[in-house]
């Protein structure tokens, strides 16, 4: 099955001949998964192995404006600057567009404007897509819902499903063939004092993308056999901690859990690892200062950065150890 197919069954019964805008205009946040998505049983639809469990921020992310042009080709603006058509941000970005035209061929201005720093493995091709698809429903009036634009937000890819709402975010794996029942929804968990702060360890391009290491790692890992238990009992724990504020069992499962998912990249062929020295280092000084008693906890995703979890009222004590902390506020 392809893209395009699941776009058509998406559109089948709706009217697309509906008001079309001057303008389409949205913002999606960025997403750190507390479960993590690793492995997809579906590479063409982004249909993931498991089920995974996030937190949007909401300050963060990416605000997409569209415009019609009356040229032969799309145009992509990222943070004013226009982006060259050969580079693979904007062919993947034209590719999704190419899946919503019709017999009219509309080309597009695409002005992207993103408050986080692109590939420091903060997600922004999640934020990226699913304000795409929110501009796209904004632009033609399609009045999607927002389990569809979930939908087609993953198409774009897999995390940015859960881009589409605020909060504590569950994206439901689904069975069927066609990802139908793929998406996300918001889970109704509330936590003022949860804090997430990014630790910049690296600039540095990523050594693999996401997309490959995942393929890699579910086509040669022994230990990934093991990724969808482990999924299954972490989505179980982490709603129990969110349900009764338990902080500790909140970071300690999140931080496993990546952990987890790190190892079963590292028994990959050839072997995936976004481990630079800083990180372990990083690590390291994150149990060490759990041992003393501080109640800190980090999480990792496909990239050598790390994000560190911890309550609001020991952030002026985590900050004293790691000066170049982004905090971040995750809810008002
Ligand atoms: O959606 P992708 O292809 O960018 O993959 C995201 C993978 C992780 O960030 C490592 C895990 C996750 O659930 O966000």
Known sequence: MKKSDVVQALFANKNQKAT?????????????????????????????????????????????????IDETQDKVVLNDKPLAADSAFVKRLVQFLDLFRNEENWKLNVNITMNIPVAAG??????????????????????LSTKELSILARLGSGSASRSLWMGFVEWHAGLQRDGMDSFAEPLPF??????????????????????????????????YANWPKKVLQDTVI????????????????????????????LASWPPV??????TIAAMQQVWALRQEGLDLFFTQDAGPNLKLLYLSDIEKEV????PSLETIKLFD
Not at 33 to 51: F, H, I, Q, V
């Open 190 to 223: 509330t936590w003022p004092e949860l804090k997430i702060g990014i630790l910049p360890l690296s600039t540095k391009e990523k050594s693999i993308s996401s997309r490959e290491a995942m393929q890699r790692t579910v086509n040669t890992s022994l230990l």
């Open 20 to 68: 079309r805008r001057e303008s389409g205009l949205a913002f999606a946040p960025t997403n750190i998964a507390l479960c993590k998505y690793w492995g997809k049983r579906d590479t063409e639809l982004n249909l993931p192995n498991t089920s995974s469990l996030s937190i949007s921020l909401p300050d963060k992310g990416a605000l997409t404006k569209l415009t019609f």
């Open 273 to 278: 690892c976004y481990f630079l020295p800083e």
């Open 238 to 265: 982490i709603k129990q901690a969110l349900q009764v504020k338990n902080f500790s069992l909140l970071g300690g499962t999140a931080e496993s859990n990546a952990l987890t998912m790190h190892a079963t990249m």
């Open 122 to 143: 903060l997600a922004s091709s999640a934020c990226g897509f699913a304000s795409l698809v929110s501009a796209l429903n904004d632009l033609f009036a399609w009045q």
């Open 319 to 322: 900050k004293k150890y790691f």
